[in-house]
């Protein structure tokens, strides 16, 4: 009888304390993602080890030798970025895949929908007009958007998992008629000349190997008098190329994030002009007095030690892809150059500005 009692709350110990481990010790989103279900996005299972490596020795090179080589690879190892962080940022992070100030009295979530609702109002979004999210995720700020403004939105993304993640996202939430979401390249966009009235893009075109060419395109599709919104990587004017540390961590937030070389923040406006947009603002969210956007990221350390002997369990027994375990791992990285990135003030991930079709520009783009 002993010997069952003992294995009795040996068994109790055990399910009690795997629960702790994984619910109570700062659980991860889940917000429709379990641990269980990571995968590769579009990648079988089996290739996510050899995808992380091709990936890993692209974004391993200086970033001037990136867009001077290979500038036009740069989409499809996006994409295969894209295919191997999208679980995990879900899992980890939620439906939206961006950073916001930190506002007192107000959960992530509630700050991370004000910094959403945000863009939707500097562009005017109402419920006559249709808007395009450039570089859409798995739609989290488009559902914000779509919901708080009444437009029509319609997404973009060079991933075709998100596509899949997104659509149903939407049709969860009740929103599939009023969001839609395409697949396709912002750099040569699938829409017509002068077919949006109003367009927004946070934390995506930092993606692109030259801005020009992004900007260009929603320049293109919106009609006249339009206005688009970027929230903008960018290093300050804090950031010096002289000090080692500093060139470090920016080096480590562009291996981490898909990144052909982050932007001086004092080239946004010159880039916006010169394809054609008035500049209505220009903005750095991150400064003061605003909220640090990374104390979320700095919050989570013990979270993902945790993730992380959740994610090599899971790879160990086959339920999750074996190189999710690198995956994982140069995520973890990535969070700590981006916290010094912040922390020292020499990167900001929410670089506002305001731009405006003018109201007598001819449809096509002058800079292409
Ligand atoms: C705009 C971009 C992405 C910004 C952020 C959404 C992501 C940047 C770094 C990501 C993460 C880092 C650490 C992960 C952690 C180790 C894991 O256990 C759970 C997920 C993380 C928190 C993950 C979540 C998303 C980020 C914060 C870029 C790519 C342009
Ligand atoms: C960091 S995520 C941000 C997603 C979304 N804006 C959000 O805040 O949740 C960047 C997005 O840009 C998209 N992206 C990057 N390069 C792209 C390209 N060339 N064409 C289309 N989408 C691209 C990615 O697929 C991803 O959806």
Redesign the pocket.
């Given at each position: 009888m002993d010997s069952v009692a003992a294995l009795f709350c040996t068994g109790a110990l055990l399910v009690g304390g795997i629960y702790w481990f994984v619910c109570v010790l700062g659980p991860a989103e889940q917000k429709g993602k379990s641990a269980a279900s990571l995968s590769g996005g579009s990648i079988s299972s089996e290739k996510v080890g050899d995808k992380f490596k091709q990936y890993w020795s692209f974004f391993l090179r200086p970033p001037s030798e990136i867009r001077a080589k290979d500038k036009d690879t740069v989409?499809d190892f996006?994409d295969t970025f894209?295919n191997l962080v999208t679980d995990i940022y879900e899992w980890g992070w939620g439906q939206?895949?961006?950073f916001s100030p930190s506002v007192p009295g107000h959960s992530h979530a509630s700050a991370t929908r004000l910094h959403e609702v945000r863009a939707s109002d500097l562009i005017s979004a109402n419920p006559d007009h249709r808007i395009l999210?450039v570089?859409?995720?798995v739609g989290?700020?488009m559902r914000a958007i779509a919901s708080h403004s009444r437009s029509r939105v319609v997404g973009?993304?060079?991933?075709e998992y998100?596509v899949g993640r997104a659509r149903a996202h939407n049709r969860k939430a009740g929103l599939d008629s009023t969001c839609e979401v395409i697949r396709?390249?912002?750099?040569e966009m699938p829409f017509e000349d002068n077919s949006f009235d109003g367009a927004y893009s946070?934390?995506?075109t930092c993606?692109?190997p030259r801005l020009e060419d992004v900007y260009a395109e929603v320049f293109r599709v919106l009609k006249p008098g339009a206005k688009f919104v970027s929230y903008e990587w960018v290093t300050t004017d804090k950031y010096r190329a002289s000090d080692e540390e500093h060139v470090a961590v920016i080096r480590g937030i562009e291996q981490g994030d898909a990144l052909p070389g982050l932007r001086s923040y004092s080239d946004i406006a010159t880039v916006a002009r010169a394809v054609g947009f008035e500049v209505l603002k220009e903005e750095d969210l991150a400064a003061p007095p605003a909220g640090p956007w990374w104390t979320r990221l700095k919050m989570g350390r013990i979270a993902y030690w945790r993730n992380h002997v959740v994610i090599t369990v899971l790879a160990a027994i086959g339920i999750a892809p074996k190189g999710t375990v690198e995956v994982h791992e140069m995520l973890f990285k990535t969070a700590d150059f981006l916290t010094r990135g912040g922390q020292s003030g020499i990167f900001s991930p929410m670089h506002m500005i305001l731009l405006r079709k003018p109201s007598n520009a001819a449809s096509a783009s002058a800079s292409k």
């Open positions: 989409p996006v894209y939206s895949f961006h999210d570089g859409c995720g989290g700020p973009i993304t060079i991933n998100q396709g390249n912002f750099l946070i934390e995506a993606h692109a």
